[in-house]
């Protein structure tokens, strides 16, 4: 339902900094929940970070990790610094027209119906 395109991925040394962004379509996005996965090969999808009416993280991102969004560009980004070889996964952007008050509920994956396709961050050490 939301058109949802990742970029700003790449190779970065281990405590580098990238910033990734998610240009979203849609005329609503200010009302989105938006959110940042990651899944690295042979593991499952795991919660990053996401912004409704607040934002919340991983704890294994707080405070090397920001997300923010420009609503007038209809863009998300994620701000990642000091990277950590185990921080290298696949970053998929994701979006919820929903809007919630339960913080858990922005955890799970279940809760975005929109993806993007992507983009690959490889931090070597």
């Known amino acids: 339902q939301v058109q949802l395109v990742e970029s700003g991925g790449g190779l970065v040394q281990a405590g580098g900094s990238l910033r990734l962004s998610c240009a979203a379509s849609?005329?609503?996005?200010?009302?989105?929940?938006m959110a940042w996965f990651r899944q690295a090969p042979g593991k499952e999808r795991e919660f990053v970070a996401a912004a409704g009416w607040s934002t919340y993280y991983a704890s294994s991102v707080k405070g090397r990790f920001a997300i923010s969004r420009d609503n007038a560009k209809n863009t998300v980004y994620l701000q990642m610094n000091s990277l950590k070889p185990e921080d290298t996964a696949v970053y998929y952007c994701a979006a919820s027209l929903n809007q919630y008050t339960s913080g858990s509920i922005y955890y799970t994956d279940r809760t975005y119906r929109s993806w993007g396709q992507g983009t690959q961050v490889t931090v070597s050490s």
């Open positions: 849609g005329q609503t996005f200010s009302s989105y929940t």
